[in-house]
């Protein structure tokens, strides 16, 4: 397989490890803006997309967010079926557009959710369709430190803090509205509150409070870039009992304090392999795709929602 990398940053080489852990046979091309780039041991650098002549089975799409909505069109118009790191565009301009190239040319999306494939996630999505349980509250809660993302860089230059680049804690937790929209289905209506107004000063948005109202109960998901001890838990508020389901420690308890599932030797980078191995998997069959382009938009006007 010949594979095309746009952006080969942090994200981009955490989906290269992936790649090499995966038994088939292929070769990795990067799209670079700068002829002096650094070359990349066993990744082959190419600098103009309309002078190559290579056929990429798929192209990755890692760039900064801002940059998304360009080379989903130029690689759709190509043919070049696209894996593409959450979220899918950082605004919802023209969206109709790129739904509809990416139908007309029969192209195949899948947009890069790996929290999808957490052990507990998936435990979750298997007990919801498998019993009759009922619902009365849900509580998604992530927060860190955004200073501690990338030690040794000033935090404030990075795309994470600056809007124009697509960055704001709504956009890079975008997982949380992700998986909970994939348990519990589409909200019947969508509230939130995007605010910056923290003592990390910097212009993105920092805090996110939502609200999805369904048939039966309510899901309120907060997020923040400014929590100094990571979090990241859903509270399941069941008729009967409660659960809480850590996503850092792979554990899930109910109120009682017992271990209705846990995944020790969990690591997320387990997540990149199987999320890989599934969308090539996808790439070789006639099945619908899990998290196309346009399920992952669906999501997205719920994300970019200021009331």
């Known amino acids: 397989m010949n594979i095309l990398i746009i952006g080969l940053g942090s994200i981009a080489k955490k989906h290269i490890i992936a790649l090499r852990a995966i038994n088939i046979d292929f070769k990795i091309y990067a799209l670079r803006s700068n002829q002096n780039a650094f070359n990349e041991d066993g990744?082959?650098?190419?600098?103009?997309?309309?002078?190559?002549?290579?056929?990429?089975?798929?192209?990755?799409?890692?760039?900064?967010?801002?940059?998304?909505?360009?080379?989903?069109?130029?690689?759709?118009?190509?043919?070049?079926?696209?894996?593409?790191?959450?979220?899918?565009?950082?605004?919802?301009?023209?969206?109709?557009?790129?739904?509809?190239?990416?139908?007309?040319?029969?192209?195949?999306?899948?947009?890069?959710?790996?929290?999808?494939?957490?052990?507990?996630?998936?435990?979750?999505?298997?007990?919801?369709?498998?019993?009759?349980?009922?619902?009365?509250?849900?509580?998604?809660?992530?927060?860190?430190?955004?200073?501690?993302?990338?030690?040794?860089?000033?935090?404030?230059?990075?795309?994470?803090?600056?809007?124009?680049?697509?960055?704001?804690?709504?956009?890079?937790?975008?997982?949380?509205?992700?998986?909970?929209?994939?348990?519990?289905?589409?909200?019947?209506?969508?509230?939130?509150?995007?605010?910056?107004?923290?003592?990390?000063?910097?212009?993105?948005?920092?805090?996110?409070?939502?609200?999805?109202?369904?048939?039966?109960?309510?899901?309120?998901?907060?997020l923040n870039y400014f929590r100094r001890k990571p979090k990241r838990e859903i509270e399941i508020v069941l008729e009967n009992e409660s659960w809480t389901i850590d996503l850092i420690k792979s554990e899930i308890k109910n109120d009682q304090d017992e271990i209705l599932f846990q995944d020790p030797t969990f690591q997320i980078k387990d997540t990149y392999f199987d999320q890989l191995e599934y969308f090539i998997s996808y790439l070789k069959s006639d099945k619908s795709p899990m998290n196309s382009l346009s399920e992952s938009i669906e999501i997205l006007k719920i994300c970019l929602k200021n009331d």
């Open 43 to 222: 990744i082959e650098n190419v600098f103009n997309l309309d002078e190559i002549s290579v056929f990429f089975d798929f192209a990755i799409i890692s760039n900064p967010t801002h940059l998304h909505y360009e080379f989903i069109e130029k690689l759709a118009k190509k043919g070049v079926d696209l894996f593409i790191e959450k979220p899918v565009i950082h605004s919802l301009d023209n969206y109709e557009r790129l739904n509809s190239l990416v139908e007309e040319n029969k192209i195949k999306t899948y947009v890069a959710c790996n929290l999808r494939f957490h052990p507990c996630i998936k435990y979750l999505r298997k007990r919801l369709s498998e019993n009759n349980l009922i619902i009365n509250e849900v509580n998604v809660y992530c927060g860190s430190y955004l200073p501690d993302w990338r030690p040794g860089v000033n935090f404030r230059t990075i795309y994470s803090s600056n809007s124009s680049l697509g960055g704001g804690v709504h956009l890079d937790l975008f997982h949380e509205l992700d998986y909970t929209v994939w348990l519990f289905g589409h909200p019947i209506v969508s509230k939130s509150f995007l605010r910056s107004a923290s003592s990390l000063n910097i212009d993105s948005i920092d805090y996110a409070n939502y609200i999805l109202e369904y048939n039966t109960f309510n899901a309120n998901i907060i």
